[in-house]
């Protein structure tokens, strides 16, 4: 992997007035590197919904909490961390409840939790969850173009 040419990091409370802001911050990296509207919509979302479980599950009602978003900005890719130090998430039991999505299934009778992961994963090109002193989620989008040609060499090898 390449060294970032960039990284960006920004440290917001734990409260869900904050997700705008860091939305507002992904609009403007993400127009940077180049995505396309869609794509840098696909972004603000996984991203959100990272911020979002951080802010609801992560710490305790009266405790005050940050959420770092860090931001690496590579030449053909960006590469988002989203990290509390709250209390951990059981990935494994996580992306068993969460399981394959039908379309059948009403979206408001999915578990709480899985679907925010299941919007990242399926977002995002790399979705990377690590459980320490809280949870860090590493997602990262390619640019349309490096991706396809990344996949391309992969394929053939």
């Known amino acids: ?73 590579f030449h053909d890719r960006l590469e988002v961390m989203v990290s509390d130090s709250g209390k951990s998430f059981d990935l494994k039991k996580t992306r068993r409840e969460t399981g394959p999505y039908s379309e059948k299934e009403n979206v408001e009778f999915m578990r ?17 969850v690590q459980l320490n002193q809280g949870v860090s989620v590493f997602m990262t989008k390619y640019l349309e173009g490096e991706q396809v040609e990344l996949n391309a060499k992969q394929i053939s090898t």
Not at 112 to 122: D, F, P, Q
């Open 112 to 128: 709480e939790g899985g679907l925010g992961l299941y919007l990242m994963e399926s977002l995002m090109d790399e979705v990377n």
């Open 1 to 73: 992997m390449s060294a970032a040419f960039d990284y960006v990091e920004m440290k917001v409370p734990a409260k869900p007035e904050y997700v705008g802001v860091v939305r507002l911050t992904i609009s403007g990296i993400s127009s940077r590197l180049g995505f396309s509207y869609e794509v840098i919509e696909d972004i603000k979302i996984a991203t959100s919904e990272a911020v979002t479980n951080a802010v609801q599950h992560a710490y305790k009602k009266k405790e005050d909490g940050e959420v770092v978003v860090g931001f690496a900005l």
